[in-house]
T-cell receptor, first 113, second 112 residues
Framework: DTGVSQDPRHKITKRGQNVTFRCDPISEHNRLYWYRQTLGQGPEFLTYFQNEAQLEKSRLLSDRFSAERPKGSFSTLEIQRTEQGDSAMYLC???????????FGSGTQLSVL | DAKTTQPPSMDCAEGRAANLPCNHSTISGNEYVYWYRQIHSQGPQYIIHGLKNNETNEMASLIITEDRKSSTLILPHATLRDTAVYYCIVRGGGTSYGKLTFGQGTILTVHP
């Protein structure tokens, strides 16, 4: 069990650029979640996958955001035309079937200049 | 999911028990109480959860009142490494059980 891995740990980009983050869940965990956390606030749910199917998306996930989990293993979160308001920590978590607890990665800290 | 109320901050001396309260007066019968914590620059970490009965594991104890409207997380011998933000979360069952609603939590500071 190597834990949930996220890459990169930090990303600095200019407004208007596209960025992509990667999450590798714990192997054999079939459920994968994305959260966003801004300074001083708790994490907010964005979306989740069961295997390769994206089953729920938050209203926080605007049209500029897209997430994929093509083979039911790793996942990517892409933000197009970044805005300064997108600056946040993006957290990934996973759990197994019937799992009662989420295992979180260390997150990707995005700064949009 | 039911809303929770926690104090914004608490202090604790190293080696003493830390008792973190949480109110969840609108909790439903099938909703669980979960506790996570987040150490600076890391993702949240699961601590413990319960439905009705008190629970204990290697990290902490969870005491839930009989009417289930409040609970207390107990760290029996706090260390400096327990300094973190502690989140109390009420979670329903069903397929979205990983969709957690975090509040602002309690900032616990353990001092020497």
């Amino acid at each position: 069990d190597t834990g949930v891995s996220q890459d990169p740990r930090h990303k600095i980009t200019k407004r208007g650029q596209n960025v992509t983050f990667r999450c590798d869940p714990i192997s054999e965990h079939n459920r994968l979640y994305w959260y966003r956390q801004t300074l001083g606030q708790g994490p907010e749910f964005l979306t989740y996958f069961q295997n390769e199917a994206q089953l729920e998306k938050s209203r926080l996930l605007s049209d500029r955001f897209s997430a994929e989990r093509p083979k039911g293993s790793f996942s990517t979160l892409e933000i197009q035309r970044t805005e300064q308001g997108d600056s946040a920590m993006y957290l990934c978590a996973s759990t197994g079937q019937g799992g009662e607890k989420l295992f979180f990665g260390s997150g990707t800290q995005l700064s949009v200049l | 999911d039911a809303k929770t109320t926690q104090p914004p901050s608490m202090d604790c001396a190293e080696g003493r028990a830390a008792n973190l309260p949480c109110n969840h007066s609108t909790i439903s019968g099938n909703e669980y109480v979960y506790w996570y914590r987040q150490i600076h620059s890391q993702g949240p970490q699961y601590i413990i959860h319960g439905l009705k009965n008190n629970e204990t594991n290697e990290m902490a104890s969870l005491i839930i009142t009989e009417d289930r409207k409040s609970s207390t997380l107990i760290l029996p011998h706090a260390t400096l490494r327990d300094t973190a933000v502690y989140y109390c979360i009420v979670r329903g069952g069903g397929t979205s059980y990983g969709k957690l609603t975090f509040g602002q939590g309690t900032i616990l500071t353990v001092h020497p």
